[in-house]
């Protein structure tokens, strides 16, 4: 079986882009506009030159890297991922996806592959919502779905503003339009991305490739209460923002699995105020990401917690929800999807259907194209951790996968 990929080149780019973090020795820790994510894109741009690739950065800083087709006029094959990270992270998520794409591009320079259609590669920004929340943000703009009015709205947590950010990575937040790509304007999007769960490394499998992601959404939530001090406040009458608070987070695993024992619900946030030891808080803000298969599941899901956070407005506490993110399930291409078991099994790799339970840019470029997901083993099923770890042989016939199915579509 031919095996096109080098996987040495393929450990050294995502050994390279690993160093590119504010956080050595303690994972990557790459944020979008950050000192970090200029290094890793200037390395990148130098990649994609080698490779032979065209290349520019988008009014937000997307980078893209073009292979001519003999036909210039036909919309491009997309592959890529994301380049930036969690605080904190691992060296595979984001960035497998993206050498996937530079590596393509070497092995159709390696093979004189010059195909009929474009075919663009890809390093996305701002997909975890490490700095201004979210999330998904790079391709969000990139399809049209964020408006002005949002982005001049957003921050990060000191307080910078998306456009301050911007102009100081040499961008101007009033471009940003000019980054969306119309509907039409990509032939087909594919991405490779770790699994960052256990199925692949159980079953053995090479690669997942995913037949729909899950429907999720997130909240904000803030109640308010009252403060007072803490020796001298008597326990009857106390509106403390935290407790109530407590007394909902805990409740959410039950809730959740009481209507649909495959969806999922996380706290990962919890922010206290006035947040002195010897005061009662005030106010409590925390989040809430709640993930099913389907998007009539999450919203009774929703309903059902909005109806136990009116509980504490009916006690006397403030409740303020506000809805970050809303996304459908989205099924992926069948068109693509074939391409890519074509891809597996043309070098004798066994394959698995799998549902994807974390959002990817895939997601939301299925708005504008056909899009394709592929997954390759996580060691643990972990990751958002410096463990975070796919071994390279096993990347490598990933992105042989990726290869076979992008010379596929863009002939
Ligand atoms: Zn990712």
């Not at 506009?33 to 009014?59: F, K």
């Amino acid at each position: 079986m031919t095996f096109h990929v080098n996987e040495k080149r393929v450990q050294a780019m995502i050994e390279d882009i690993a160093a590119f973090t504010a956080s050595p020795g303690k994972g990557t820790t790459r944020l979008t506009y950050s000192p970090q994510h200029r290094d890793a894109l200037d390395y990148l741009q130098g990649r994609m030159q080698e490779a032979g690739l065209a290349t520019r950065i988008d009014a937000v800083g997307n980078l893209f890297g073009r292979l001519e087709g003999s036909d210039p006029s036909l919309a491009p094959v997309l592959v890529g991922s994301h380049i930036d990270s969690v605080p904190n992270g691992g060296a595979f998520d984001g960035p497998a996806g993206v050498v996937a794409g530079i590596e393509t591009a070497f092995c159709l320079r390696d093979q004189g592959i010059r195909p009929r259609r474009p075919v663009e590669f890809v390093a996305m920004i701002e997909e975890e919502g490490g700095r201004f929340g979210g999330g998904l943000l790079g391709s969000r703009i990139l399809t049209g779905q964020v408006g002005a009015n949002t982005l001049g709205g957003m921050s990060d947590a000191r307080g910078i503003t998306l456009g301050q950010a911007m102009e100081g990575f040499g961008l101007n937040l009033a471009d940003a339009p000019a980054a969306v790509i119309p509907k039409g304007g990509i032939h087909a999007f594919l991405e490779l991305h770790i699994e960052q769960g256990p199925v692949l490394e159980r079953t053995g499998d090479a690669v997942g490739i995913v037949t729909s992601i899950v429907a999720l959404s997130q909240f904000e939530v803030r109640i308010t209460g009252s403060a007072g001090h803490a020796g001298t406040t008597p326990m009857p009458g106390r509106r403390d923002a935290l407790v109530a608070s407590a007394g909902v987070i805990a409740g959410l695993p039950e809730l959740c699995h009481g209507i649909d024992p495959r969806a999922v619900v996380t706290v990962g946030q919890l922010e206290v105020q006035p947040g002195g030891a010897n005061v009662i808080p005030d106010a409590a803000t925390f989040s809430i990401d709640m993930r099913a298969p389907d998007a009539a599941t999450v919203k009774r899901i929703k309903t059902a917690i909005r109806a136990r956070l009116s509980l504490l407005g009916d006690a006397g506490f403030g409740v303020n929800v506000a809805e970050l993110l809303s996304v459908p399930e989205t099924p992926m291409s069948d068109e693509i999807r074939e391409r890519l078991i074509a891809g597996a099994e043309g070098c004798g790799l066994a394959w698995r259907d799998m549902p994807s339970g974390a959002g990817h840019d895939a997601m939301v470029l299925s708005r504008i194209a056909p899009v394709g997901l592929i997954f390759v083993p996580s060691r643990g099923g972990i990751s958002h951790t410096p463990e975070e770890w796919t071994d390279y042989d096993q990347l490598a016939r990933g992105i042989e996968v990726v290869f076979r199915a992008t010379k596929s579509l863009a002939e």
